[in-house]
Structure formats: C-alpha cells, structure tokens
C-alpha cells in the first residue's frame, strides 16, 4: 500500500471519481501491524478501490479534519468528499473490514 507522503498528493487523491481508502495509522500502533497483516488479500479483493496510508503523527491537521479519533481507521473519499469512515474499533478483523468496503456503494 503507498504511503501518503504530501498533502498535496493527499488532496489529489481525495478529488478523483473513483474510490480511494485511506487507512490512517501510525507506526507505533500495534492494531495497525495486525491490521497490515490481512490488507493485501482485502486490497486484491476490491480492484475498483485504489488503497492508501496516511500517518497520523505526520498529517494532524488532515486526521482532524476527518474526525479520526483513533488508529487505525479507514476512510473511504470520492469527488472530494468523505464517503465513509471505519472507526477504530471496527477496524480490527477481515470480516469487518469486508463488509465495510462491501457497503460502499
């Protein structure tokens, strides 16, 4: 999964018509290596979303602007705006996470 490295490159990203999630972590954060343990199948699993990092501790102002309160947590963007958002606590399993991208629509 690419890292976002600019804010620059992250509002680009957001603007596009087609979905991008983006998982806000960092790197400290246990739940975040578990969760990068399964993301490659749940990423080959949905070809029509393209897949992003953003630490926290490098972007606050972007984390807040999105209301992330805890780690990880996926966001889903499209034409600029938020579409969805798997906090935390609902970010912690395959089946969870398949569901959620599963709803988007």
Wanted: charged residues 30%.
């Amino acid at each position: 999964m690419e890292r976002i490295q600019t804010e620059e490159q992250y509002r680009q990203l957001t603007q596009g018509d087609e979905w991008t999630v983006i998982k806000y972590d960092a790197t400290w954060c246990p739940d975040c290596k578990t969760l990068d343990k399964f993301m490659d199948g749940i990423i080959e699993n949905n070809p029509d979303k393209k897949f992003y990092a953003l630490d926290v501790e490098q972007f606050p102002n972007i984390s807040e602007e999105n209301d992330v309160r805890g780690i990880p947590s996926l966001l889903v963007y499209r034409n600029g705006e938020k579409k969805a958002h798997l906090h935390s606590k609902f970010a912690k399993t395959p089946t969870q996470i398949t569901e959620y991208l599963d709803s988007i629509e």
